[in-house]
């Protein structure tokens, strides 16, 4: 079944190409199916390569998905273009009287900083708790599940010594959550972030679950154990260039920056070891499937009671 997403939206032409299953809002109308809504509040300054890569997670999915962009009123881009974001996405007051079966928050390059300094702080908190109500599950990604487990559980970020960046093998805690079915022993994460969270925390809090963590990059995926809310540590949506381009960009900008770990699989900058892709497919397929699909309420109308 397909994404839908605005024919003209970048993301489009690209996923077609790959034979993802795109279809334009115009033909979708005109079919009887109720479609799950998914809301993507992106908050990295790359907005274009961020919606590419989560719809194409999204669009692997058995599912018609219908997407919806967010992005903060209290702050305005700088890295994508405005006629693209006026046309494209909406504002947490635009949709607050929606329903929706999925939510995916983000990461942001923001993480060095206090929350409560971040400018669409009280925003993003909004959104947060308008979430209980009106969204059945939550995907937090990076410094969006920093923010999360902080908001709804009083988590606190951890300073690294060093950049976290590269690839990393990750194991599962519960092999048996339904969230990592599929998956193989080892997956591989990309990970970027200066911070981490306080691990004994989560592993003290009766709300938390640790679903999967490793020996150098800690833990990496955390559900609340109502399966309300999913937090992801790293960057599973990320392209296959997506660190190569971070790595350059902090080069040029004269940063203290570590080539990528497990990325480059030799000297060079050109071969690259895409170990990544399957898990993420299927970390979100079984997101959208088990922890959405089958739990959301079939019509929105009920779906304040039941959420």
């Not at 590419?52 to 669009?59: A, H, K």
């Not at 805690?173 to 989560?202: C, F, Q, W």
């Not at 592993?203 to 938390?208: A, C, G, N, S, V």
């Not at 071969?271 to 979100?284: G, K, P």
Request: with cysteine; proline share 4%; hydrophobic share 40%.
């Amino acid at each position: 079944m397909p994404i839908v997403i605005p024919k003209d939206l970048p993301a489009f032409d690209i996923l077609e190409k790959e034979k993802i299953f795109v279809m334009p809002e115009t033909r979708a109308v005109s079919q009887d199916i109720r479609p799950i809504e998914i809301a993507i509040v992106n908050l990295m300054p790359t907005k274009i390569d961020t919606e590419t890569q989560i719809m194409r997670l999204l669009g692997n999915s058995s599912l018609q998905i219908n997407v919806t962009l967010v992005n903060m009123d209290t702050y305005i881009s700088k890295n994508t273009p405005q006629s693209h974001m006026q046309k494209f996405y909406k504002v947490f007051d635009e949709i607050k009287d929606k329903y929706f079966d999925g939510m995916i928050i983000t990461g942001a390059p923001v993480e060095t900083m206090d929350f409560d300094k971040v400018a669409y702080w009280k925003e993003l908190t909004d959104i947060m708790a308008w979430s209980d109500s009106h969204v059945t599950s939550t995907v937090h990604i990076c410094w969006g599940a920093q923010a999360g487990l902080f908001y709804h559980y009083g988590v606190e970020k951890v300073a690294l010594d060093s950049k976290l960046f590269g690839i990393y093998e990750v194991r599962a805690e519960d092999k048996y959550d339904v969230l990592l079915k599929g998956m193989n022993d080892r997956m591989y994460i990309p990970m970027s972030r200066h911070t981490s969270i306080d691990e004994d925390a989560i592993r003290r809090d009766p709300r938390l679950k640790v679903l999967a963590s490793g020996k150098d990059c800690g833990i990496a995926i955390v559900k609340s154990v109502d399966n309300r809310r999913f937090f992801l540590t790293g960057h599973s949506e990320y392209d296959r260039t997506t660190l190569k381009k971070e790595y350059l960009r902090d080069l040029e900008k004269g940063l203290n920056i570590a080539r990528p770990v497990n990325y480059f699989e030799d000297d060079g900058l050109y071969n690259i070891d895409l170990s990544w892709r399957s898990s993420a497919y299927l970390l979100f397929n079984n997101w959208l499937n088990y922890y959405v699909y089958q739990v959301t309420p079939f019509s929105f109308c009920s779906a304040e009671s039941e959420i």
